[in-house]
């Protein structure tokens, strides 16, 4: 540590010690208002940084690999992630104390002489007021540090669904979620290339499959980050597994080599990405808080802040298989997470898109990977294809790498159609575990896809029990039942069969004779038992007007611009 007035360089040397030698090397006394709080002593000894004195650096300002933000009048913190070391700078005037952390995280820390109270910042967002930023990185950490009971944390989030947040608030329990863990950084000459895409989740939703590929073949970086499956929608990571071999578990350096060689990976969320989303994540859920708008928001932005992303693309979705079934709803969401992604420094923009359908004619984990290639060697179905290009081409547009959202939307098509998309896909598969034989025979014009992936033991097809249009397939029942066969999860962490799952053989809009085929569900075990049947039959909407139009209506209903 050192002392002086106001100087615009740092010098860092870094020194091993334990934690009852570590006020060797600090003022004495301490300057106020600061004391010295050291907890978890049982893991990685602390490291102390010796810095030169520096001028603090401004709010926003982006310094070394970590992002600055404000605290209160006299406090900024400087988070810090790269290889070796992370870790947080307090300031206070001109004085600097510096504690970096080195693999395994022991938690020295400054905080304020005056501990906060949980149960009265619990009372105080019961109450309606509203949480200063120095509150809310109070309440994070201790969820980080595991220094608040889980019954206060459930409280809280009680509070939050309550009474809500406004921006600034969901700004800043965004930020402090970000940082609670590891900032991935980037190399230099990939500024402006680093994007992304979220989904809010439906069914058969496979977008990301090809999308990831094709923005790779238009030259940007996406290190997408996603998510399992639960409840009635699907997970990217539980596709891609269905491939053998496919690993979803990569270091921040093997994503970073991907990257480099290939342009894109998909990969799960690792130990040190946000740590408290991870607890409030699943305290949410056992608490009924899951809707609440400033949550959903910390939860998906504090993920894709941690990725240091140039721009980004929200796919939110509204419908009957959708977590918002009407529109308006969707679109405060939208607005809320473009809102706090903005805040957090990357360019957001967000899309609203239909979920009543699936997407595509295939769900269901190892048959959508199929469908997914069909996409990449242009044989997608329409609605998979178009979105996909809108979504590719409204974040080209966004990130300015294309002038138009229709030359965007060009460019991906063009990725697509010349095979480029399809040559970075195998070259992830690769990079990603899987052998050199199986990515190409998947990546093959002529494949026989289930020599590669494993077909279910047993199909049955139902027939239409009457004759007309199909007004409606219904996703959410669809998806309901092959739940039950096994395609998906009830509680986090469980088993499921990558080979269940459905084709559609009819679309919206398209004509039918009582007895045509309309489906055929590939199962095992647990089988495929009349009441099931029954109920499936109540997803097919048989009638007599004419509603072909709807199979030509553009998947995304409107978009929202980054603010």
Not at 417 to 423: F, T
Request: proline share 4%.
């Amino acid at each position: 540590m050192a002392t002086s007035k106001c100087l615009t360089q740092i010098r860092v040397r870094v020194r091993a010690v334990k934690p009852q030698t570590l006020a060797r090397w600090l003022p004495k006394p301490l300057p106020s208002p600061w004391t010295l709080v050291c907890t978890r002593q049982d893991l990685a000894l602390p490291v102390l940084v010796e810095a030169a004195d520096l001028a603090p650096p401004s709010e926003g300002e982006v310094w070394g690999r970590g992002f600055v933000h404000s605290l209160g009048p006299k406090y900024r913190r400087f988070a810090v992630s790269h290889k070796e070391h992370s870790g947080t700078i307090a300031w206070m005037g001109c004085q600097s104390l510096t504690m970096h952390k080195s693999y395994k995280v022991n938690h020295v820390f400054l905080d304020m002489d005056n501990p906060v109270s949980f149960p009265d910042l619990i009372r105080k967002k019961r109450n309606g007021e509203r949480f200063t930023p120095e509150e809310i990185r109070t309440f994070v950490l201790a969820v980080k540090d595991k220094t608040i009971q889980e019954s206060q944390i459930g409280a809280m989030l009680m509070a939050i669904w309550q009474k809500g947040m406004v921006a600034e608030e969901t700004l800043a329990l965004t930020r402090e979620m970000m940082l609670s863990g590891e900032v991935m950084s980037w190399r230099k000459e990939w500024t402006g290339l680093v994007v992304d895409k979220h989904s809010t989740g439906g069914v058969g939703d496979k977008v990301s499959i090809p999308l990831a590929p094709a923005l790779a073949a238009c030259g940007c970086k996406v290190p997408m980050i996603s998510g399992r499956g639960l409840a009635h929608t699907g997970g990217t990571l539980d596709k891609l597994e269905s491939i053998p071999g496919f690993n979803i578990q990569q270091s921040v350096k093997q994503v970073e080599q991907i990257l480099e060689d290939v342009g894109c990976c998909i990969v799960g969320q690792t130990e040190n990405l946000v740590p408290a989303d991870k607890v409030l994540y699943a305290l949410r859920d056992a608490t009924a808080t899951v809707d609440s708008l400033p949550l959903i928001a910390g939860s998906i932005i504090s993920k894709k802040g941690a990725e240091s992303l140039s721009a980004l693309v929200l796919d939110v979705k509204y419908g009957k298989a959708a977590l918002y079934k009407d529109m308006g709803s969707a679109r405060e969401l939208a607005q809320w997470l473009v809102t706090v992604g903005n805040g957090l420094g990357i360019r957001t923009g967000a899309a609203l898109s239909r979920m009543d359908s699936p997407i595509g004619r295939c769900v269901g984990n190892s048959l959508e990977v199929i469908e997914s290639l069909e996409c990449l060697k242009g044989h997608g179905p329409p609605d998979l294809q178009d979105l996909v290009t809108s979504l590719g081409g409204y974040l080209l547009w966004i990130n300015e790498k294309a002038a138009t959202m229709d030359s965007g939307k060009q460019e991906i098509s063009r990725a697509l159609e010349s095979g480029a998309a399809l040559r970075k896909f195998q070259a992830m598969l690769q990079a990603q575990g899987v052998s050199s034989e199986n990515a190409r025979s998947l990546c093959s014009t002529d494949c026989d896809y289930f020599q590669v992936l494993r077909r279910a033991h047993s199909q049955v097809e139902l027939e239409a029990h009457a004759e007309g249009t199909v007004l409606e397939v219904n996703g959410m029942i669809l998806a309901e039942v092959l739940h039950k066969l096994g395609a998906g999860r009830t509680k986090a962490g469980a088993p499921i069969n990558h080979s269940v799952g459905a084709e559609l053989l009819v679309t919206v809009g398209k004509q039918v004779k009582k007895g045509d085929v309309w489906v055929r569900i590939h199962y095992e075990t647990p089988v495929l038992n009349a009441e099931l049947q029954a109920y499936l039959q109540g997803a097919l909407v048989i009638g007599s007007s004419d509603h072909e139009h709807m199979n030509g209506l553009p998947m995304v209903s409107e978009f929202i611009l980054p603010k």
